[in-house]
């Protein structure tokens, strides 16, 4: 209709049930994933290494640079969620870490190199063992969670919300035009 202002943010009830779940969960797996790594970078390291996507004698400085750098991005990415600062930018990026850790995991089991994961440090989530089909199904569900974190944002507990309180305006908006 003409004049009416299209919901332009989640309600309460996404917020509530299903939006706050979702970031808290996710941080809490990435930012324990990220603990786990920075605790012991020189396992990470070897984890990398066991890809055998980079020749380790030429790329040496990347493959640090990646065991040091990534779990701290996804600490970052931990500590943005709870707070729903950033909430979109931070759950895209981990979408993006996510499809290239996949790719990584895909790789492995085209080229028919068995090796541990490591994602989560010497922990085991969902999947053991060697890399397979457990390990691409536990990352295409984590992407799509990811994803739609990132198209629907942090919701009205966040504080994206008091950043852009315009985005969940249109509540408000229904609300008073019932009253009237």
Sequence with gaps: MPGEIPSRGPGWAESILVLLPLRLGLAALFGYAAVLKIMDPQSFAFAIKAF?????????HLLTGFAFGIPWAELI?????????????????????L???????????????????????????????????????????????TLLLAWRGGGRL????????????????????KDA
């Design 77 to 97: 990415i931990a500590v943005l969620l709870v707070l729903g600062f950033w909430t979109r930018g931070a759950a895209t990026l981990l979408a993006l870490m």
């Design 158 to 177: 966040s504080i994206d919300r008091a950043r852009n309180p315009a985005c969940f305006a249109s509540d408000e908006v229904e609300s008073s035009e």
């Design 52 to 60: 055998q996507i980079l020749d380790p004698a030429e790329h040496a």
């Design 99 to 145: 499809a290239a850790f996949t790719a990584g995991l895909a790789s492995l089991i085209v080229r028919k190199i068995e090796t541990e994961c490591a994602c989560f440090g010497e922990q085991e989530f969902l999947c053991s063992g060697a890399v397979g089909l457990c390990h691409l199904g536990r990352n295409a569900g984590l992407l799509l969670l």
